[in-house]
């Protein structure tokens, strides 16, 4: 395949509801899609799933259109590849700036399994129909606030239920949360908003049947995650500290963490989400699909990935209704009893829609071989 054209587009959507973290808030949401097409005329979308901040991780929407424009999408224009491998190997020197990486190479993917005529879960050698959809609720006003959502959520069939916890809002909202709901599957996300100091009081949600805690500590550290891993029962998850499947072998000879979250945009692509996802089954360490409140391309990437037969726990997948009232790809995808289809049309298996992506786009730019 030889790249002849290759597009950005900044596009802001409103979210259904603000999302708040205890590192970040939000109430809309700006990502960029990447375009490809192919001198045989082959199309292929991708999302760069950055934040607009840099309170998750150090990209920004911003620093991924430098990182595009100016290094990434030159160093693959009018050149010919086979494998994702090869079109890896012309940005490799290229360090971190892994969700900038990750749009481009999921453009690139769609466009190969369009040109083999294959549903990109297939590709990749997913196994599963059908994908079990959790949701991710942020930080709320009150408690009756979040009551009120994991009912409605419940109701609508998802299959476990997380809650963003940080300083002011974590062991009262989870036991008052664990009383109300006694055997619903319940894990919290910390965003790293702790330390060491805090082990006596992280160690209290032991209590509460957790399936995890996600990343309590430094998004840079997996050192102080070992020591905390030893003095909690529940499940340590990573999520900010894990770029690479080199990171996930570290984080877990070192016993930092149980369980992996694999968000294809924070490790660089579906590729290395792969890898991870290999490493991980081999050891028999679970994982699951993480979110960034992705449109409908980066949604369906991660459906792709998420059919692997070792994403065994539900991630935060969630049908795209959760976050935008009007998506930018049909069919929408949706989870109705808490399932997602995973699409056995070819490529991401949803088409983008062209007017909706050019009414919401506020920046565009374009690179020909
Ligand atoms: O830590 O998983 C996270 C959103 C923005 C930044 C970080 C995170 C999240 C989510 C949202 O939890 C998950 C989703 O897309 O539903
Ligand atoms: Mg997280």
Redesign the pocket.
């Known amino acids: 395949m030889r790249l002849q054209k290759i597009s950005l587009q900044l596009l802001r959507l409103p979210l259904v509801r603000p999302?708040r973290?205890s590192s970040?808030a939000k109430d809309h949401i700006a990502h960029i899609l990447v375009r490809v097409e192919a001198a045989s005329g082959v199309v292929g979308w991708g999302e760069c799933a950055c934040?607009s901040d840099p309170y998750?991780c150090p990209e920004t929407a911003e620093t991924c259109w430098h990182i595009l424009k100016d290094f990434l999408a030159p160093s693959v224009i009018g050149k010919d590849w086979e494998s994702i491998d090869d079109l890896v190997g012309f940005y490799r020197l290229v360090k971190g700036n892994n969700f900038a990486k990750a749009g481009l190479e999921m453009a690139c993917w769609d466009a190969l399994a369009r040109e083999q005529k294959k549903p990109l879960a297939k590709l990749l050698g997913g196994t599963r129909t059908e994908i079990a959809s959790g949701?991710?609720l942020g930080i709320e006003r009150d408690i009756k606030t979040l009551f009120d959502l994991i009912e409605q959520y419940l109701a609508e069939g998802y299959r476990r239920i997380?809650l963003?916890i940080g300083h002011g809002w974590d062991v009262d909202v989870v036991r008052q949360v664990r009383e109300r709901y006694p055997d619903i599957p319940l894990q919290v996300?910390a965003?790293s908003a702790y330390t060491l100091d805090d082990i006596e009081h992280l160690k209290r949600l032991d209590d509460f049947n957790l399936l995890l805690i996600?990343?309590p500590l430094a998004h840079d550290d997996i050192i102080d995650h070992a020591r905390l891993q030893a003095a909690l029962t529940t499940p340590v998850c990573l999520?900010?500290s894990i770029h690479s499947v080199e990171d996930a072998r570290k984080a877990l000879d070192l016993q930092a963490c149980r369980v992996i979250?694999i968000?294809v945009s924070r490790v660089g692509g579906l590729r290395e989400a792969k890898r991870i996802h290999d490493h991980c089954l081999a050891r028999g360490i679970p994982v699951w699909c993480?979110?960034?409140?992705?449109y409908g391309i980066g949604r369906a990437a991660n459906v792709a990935i998420s059919s692997l037969p070792g994403f065994s726990l539900p991630g935060?997948v969630?049908g795209s209704d959760?976050?935008y009232h009007e998506d930018i790809v049909e069919p929408p995808i949706l989870a109705p009893n808490g399932l997602v289809t995973v699409p056995v049309e070819v490529g991401i298996g949803h088409e983008p829609i062209l007017e909706r992506i050019a009414e919401k786009s506020v920046r565009d730019w374009t690179l020909e071989a």
């Not at 993480?290 to 992705?294: F, L, N, R, T």
């Open positions: 999302f973290t970040s934040p998750y949701v991710s997380k963003k996300d965003n996600e990343q999520d900010e979250n968000k993480g979110g960034m409140h992705e935060d969630s959760k976050y």
